[in-house]
């Protein structure tokens, strides 16, 4: 475990929107791993009811992107309308953009923010598409994490048992390590409403003066 987190040690460099002016200076001096963590602690904090089927599903997206809500487009776009015309009240303390990736290239984007400050369906709608079109699937990725995560629990850095996550790998590994769905507590206690967008694009779109 160790080798692979001096292989990991040396790269990684960047900023995002939604991070405060200390953890751009975290980010630029963490190692990947070392991010990891700090998202995972991150998500703990921001989000009541966090289980070992949200940290897959966060896993999950950071390295394998949304393809698997987009098998459909048509029922993706409807399925996004009808979500984006439900939307409650910003829960106290919801940001716009969410980091779930160490190397920065996906983020989640909640919609309830997003259509506070005057998004549209349709815009978020092209983000996510052109999104999944070209994010670039890496499930070695997400198997080097999860080591990572075990090695993690084992040191008790996070709130997991190492022999609860090492059972919920080998069931996943068995069926390919799908996408899933967020726990139920976790869904009770939070509510999710966000799309998968990347970084690049997101930025890209904002250079224009659009949201």
Known sequence: MGSFV???ADWLRFTITNLTKDEIEMANTMTEIGFLQHIIQDQLHRHSG???DDLYKLIYQATCGGEHLLTNKSKARKNLIEEWESTERIPKGE???EIIDPRGEIMRVNLRVYKKI???VQKIFEY???SVDA???DQDRLVRYW???MEMAKK???PFSKDILEDFYIDMGRKGFPATHHSESYLDANRPSYRLVLKGLWEGFNKKGTV
């Open 156 to 158: 008790e850095t996070i």
């Open 118 to 120: 005057g998004g549209t």
């Open 147 to 149: 080591e990572a995560i």
């Open 128 to 130: 996510f598409i052109r």
């Open 6 to 8: 001096e292989r990991e």
């Open 95 to 97: 940001t716009l953009l």
């Open 50 to 52: 966090f289980q070992v």
């Open 135 to 137: 994010f670039k699937k």
